[in-house]
């Protein structure tokens, strides 16, 4: 079955940089779009950004010129490289595909920034 596990968050000061990883598994993962979303405290998940089979990336205006996602299909693995991290990025970031038609959500990983 499809599974996406998410690590990599963490505290980090504002100013900061964090990574994070999607591992996928149960799919092609070749065969499909990767998205992020994150989800702040009591607030809708808002998409962050994606990357298409051919490695053509998206960004959301909020995170454009600070976030960068990539993908690794030998590895089956997605990343989202984050830097000059404020405040207002807090949240639970989500990697998502679409194999099917269907949604695919990883458990999250926690980002926090914060002094």
């Known amino acids: 079955q499809v599974q996406l596990v998410e690590s990599g968050g963490g505290l980090v000061q504002p100013g900061g940089s964090l990574g994070l990883s999607c591992v996928a598994s149960?799919?092609?993962?070749?065969?499909?779009?990767l998205r992020w979303y994150r989800q702040a405290p009591g607030k809708e998940r808002e998409w962050v950004a994606g990357i298409g089979i051919s490695g053509n990336t998206f960004y959301a205006d909020s995170v454009k010129g600070r976030f960068t996602i990539s993908r690794d299909n030998g590895k089956n693995m997605g990343f989202l490289q984050m830097k000059s991290l404020k405040p207002e990025d807090t949240g639970v970031y989500y990697c998502?595909?679409?194999?099917?038609?269907?949604?695919?959500w990883g458990q999250g990983t926690q980002v926090t920034v914060s002094s």
């Open positions: 149960g799919f092609t993962f070749d065969n499909f779009s």
């Open positions: 998502n595909v679409s194999p099917g038609g269907r949604d695919y």
